[in-house]
């Protein structure tokens, strides 16, 4: 039992020994951070004009103006009936052909269901353009349509034309 006695108390003394040779390091006193300087505002006399200087003035002709937005929005043209070039599916049937189906309203307002002549149904609300001559729907009635369009007639005058289309009852 010695032999395990001797290694124990040998284990302590190296553990001791080791734990005294750890050195704490010394705190070195860090130097105190430079102050700023205050900067000291310039006098007013300096900012004045002098007797000899000549007052500033801005010329601002030839130079738009920056608080102006760089595009200026103009009014909406009225459709032209030849221009057919991004046309929504709508205006590619004649009023005539469109049949209406449904008319629906709440909160949001009202919305009208149109059925063209391709089998394919359409929702229409105020103001969309409809119709080969460019109708715009005025209004949407609890049982009817009404589209505004014009047209030129055989002398090239323009004419504005009301056309109501209507919500058939039930048959039979």
Same mark, same amino acid.
């Given at each position: 039992?010695?032999?395990?006695?001797?290694?124990?108390?040998?284990?302590?003394?190296?553990?001791?020994?080791?734990?005294?040779?750890?050195?704490t390091?010394m705190?070195?006193a860090?130097?105190?951070?430079p @102050? /700023?300087?205050?900067? &000291? +505002?310039?006098?007013?006399?300096a900012? *004045?004009?002098?007797?000899?200087? %000549?007052?500033? !003035?801005?010329?601002?002709?030839? @130079? /738009?103006?920056?608080? &102006? +937005?760089?595009?200026?929005?103009?009014? *909406?043209?009225?459709?032209?009936? %030849?221009?057919k !070039?991004?046309c929504?599916?709508?205006?590619?049937?004649?009023?005539?052909?469109?049949?209406?189906?449904?008319?629906?309203?709440?909160?949001?307002?009202?919305?009208a269901?149109?059925?063209?002549?391709?089998?394919?149904?359409y929702?229409?609300?105020?103001?969309?353009?409809?119709?080969?001559?460019?109708?715009?729907v005025?209004r949407?009635?609890?049982?009817?349509?009404?589209?505004?369009?014009?047209?030129?007639?055989?002398?090239?005058?323009?004419?504005?034309?009301?056309?109501?289309?209507?919500?058939r009852?039930?048959?039979?």
């Amino acid at each position: 039992m010695s032999r395990f006695a001797l290694i124990g108390l040998l284990a302590c003394v190296c553990l001791g020994l080791t734990a005294c040779g750890v050195e704490t390091p010394m705190e070195t006193a860090a130097p105190p951070a430079p @102050r /700023r300087r205050q900067a &000291k +505002p310039p006098a007013l006399e300096a900012l *004045a004009p002098g007797a000899d200087e %000549e007052p500033y !003035a801005y010329d601002a002709s030839d @130079r /738009r103006d920056p608080f &102006k +937005p760089l595009i200026a929005a103009s009014k *909406a043209a009225a459709p032209a009936v %030849e221009d057919k !070039a991004n046309c929504p599916p709508l205006q590619d049937f004649e009023l005539a052909s469109l049949k209406l189906i449904a008319i629906v309203w709440g909160d949001l307002g009202r919305k009208a269901m149109l059925k063209a002549p391709n089998g394919r149904g359409y929702s229409v609300s105020e103001h969309m353009l409809i119709g080969r001559h460019c109708g715009r729907v005025q209004r949407i009635d609890s049982n009817a349509v009404v589209v505004e369009q014009t047209r030129r007639d055989a002398q090239g005058k323009v004419m504005k034309e009301e056309v109501v289309l209507r919500l058939r009852e039930q048959e039979g």
